[in-house]
C-alpha cells in the first residue's frame, strides 16, 4: 500500500492528509487558499502546511486552484476530450516530490469551459461510480459527460455563485429576515423552475411574490435555491441528451439530496458519491502511478 | 395649459420640473432617494426641493418607489389587467395639493409582478406612441402587453442588476482590467445568447473564454450585455407572442440602442420613445385631470 501526502488547494481553503501505507495517519486544514495567501509564498505555506510530514520521502499530490495563475504555477489545461488515465502522466513538479495535477479545459466555439480540482475527483468517481453523466454541484456546477474513463465535454451552471449574490446582493434578498429551512418552498421552487426556459424572467418574481404577500419572507433562499436548480437540471440534462440511466451526483450529502430531489421531480434516477471520497480515491489512484 | 410640479421619486434619486401654463420653468435633482433619505422624513426632502415653488397652489404629481412601502407611503397597487387612464383616479394625497401615483401588479400563480414609475411612463407612451408590446430596459427591465390603454399583463428581467452584479460581483469580472465599448463583442453576446436557452450555462463560459485567451479581457462588458439582452429579447417576445407589429422601447438612447440592435438580430422591428418624454407627458396627463 502506498504512502503519499494529498492536498486538496482550491480558492479559499487548503487541507491536507498524510497516508501510511494506504490508511491516513494525519489531516490539516488551512484558510490559506490560493486567494487568501496574505504576503506568504504558496512554498511557504506548502511547508508550514505539512511541517513535520515526510515530504522528501513520500509523492505528495496536489489538486485544485493551486495549479492555476493565481496559485503556485500556471499548470497547462489537459482539453477535452481527455481519458482521466492521462492525468497521472501529465503532473507539473513544484519541489523535489510535490506535484500539482492539471486541470481540464474545453476549447470550442460553442463550449469554453475550465475546471480545476474536479478532474481529480472525477478520477476518483470513474473506478467508484461510473456513469455517463456526472453533476458535481456547488459554487460552479460541473456537468460531466463521459465515455468510459474518457471525458468528452463538459459544462458549468454559476448556480451556488448565482444564489448568493441573488439572496446577498441583489434586490431579492433586500431586507428579508432570517431565512429557514423549508421543503415545501425547494420544491416549489424546483416546479416552476424546471418547467420553465425563462429563468431570467423568473428571478424578480421571487422578490414581487414576497413583496405581494405571496410567499413567506423566511423561505425565499430554499425557493430561490429550487428554482435555481431546478432549472438547472433540466437544462443540463436536456442539453447531455441524458439517457434513462442514472446520473451520478458527487457531493455532499445536503447538496446532493437537493439534486437529487430536482432531478426526481423531471423523472431522473440518480446515485450519489461523496466528493471527499471521489477526491481521497482520485489522489490514490494517482500516487499509486507515482510510486511506480 | 396646466401649471404643475412633476416629481419622478425613484431608490436613488429625485428630479422635480416646476410647469407654469405647460411650460417648464425649473428643473431640480436631489440624490435623495427613497433608500437615501438619512435622517430626513420624505415631507422635509419634499419641502426642501420644491423650496419657493407653489406647492400650495398648483398640483404635485410624484410617481416612484415614494409610493413604497419604503417611501412616504406605502401606495396600494392597481392590479393588472387594468386600463391607464383609471391611475387619475387613484393617486394617494400626502399633503394639501401633493399626490402620488399608484403602481401596477400583476398576482396570479404564474406571474407575479410589481412597477412602480414605469406606469407614469406608459401612461404618456400609449398616447405618444401606442404599440400591443412596450419594453423599458434598464436594472428591471419590464416587458408590458397591451390593448389600446389596458396594461394586461406585465414581467421583469433584471438584466442591468444582473450585468452589474456578474461584471462586479461574481468570478466572471475578477481581475478584469479596464473595459473597453466594443460593437463587435455586443453583437457576438446578441448572436449567442438569443439562439440558446441556457442562459446559466452561458455564463460560466463569459469567464472561461478569456481565461483561455479566447475573448479579448476589455470586451468582457460589452459581450455580457449582448448575451443578456440577447436572451431576454428572444425569450420575452416569444413569451409575448409578439407579432410582426413593432415594438416600442422606452428608454434613453444609449440603451435603447442596444435593444433595437438586439431585436433587429432576432428580426422584430421596433421603435424608440424617450423615456424623460414619456415620463414627462404621462404627468401632464394627471395634472390635467386633477386641475378641471
Known sequence: MTSYIAIDWGSTNLRAWHYQAGVCIDERR???????????????????????????????????????????LSVPYLSCPVALGEIAGRLTRVEEKAWIVPGLSVERADNYNVMRGEETQLLGAVELQPAPLYVMPGTHAKWVQMEQDRVLDFRTVMTGELHHLLLKQSLIGAGLPEQQANAAAFHEGVQVGSNDASILSRLFEVRASHVLGARDRRHISDFLSGLLIGHEVALMTQQANATSQPITIIAGSALAQRYQQALQFIGMDSVTLEGDRAFQHGIRSIANVLAN
Open 30 to 72: 488551512s484558510e490559506a487558499g490560493v486567494t487568501r495567501l496574505g504576503d506568504r509564498t504558496p512554498a511557504e505555506v506548502f511547508a508550514s502546511v505539512t511541517a513535520g510530514w515526510p515530504v522528501n520521502d513520500v509523492p505528495v499530490v496536489m489538486a485544485g486552484m493551486v495549479g492555476s495563475n493565481a496559485g503556485w
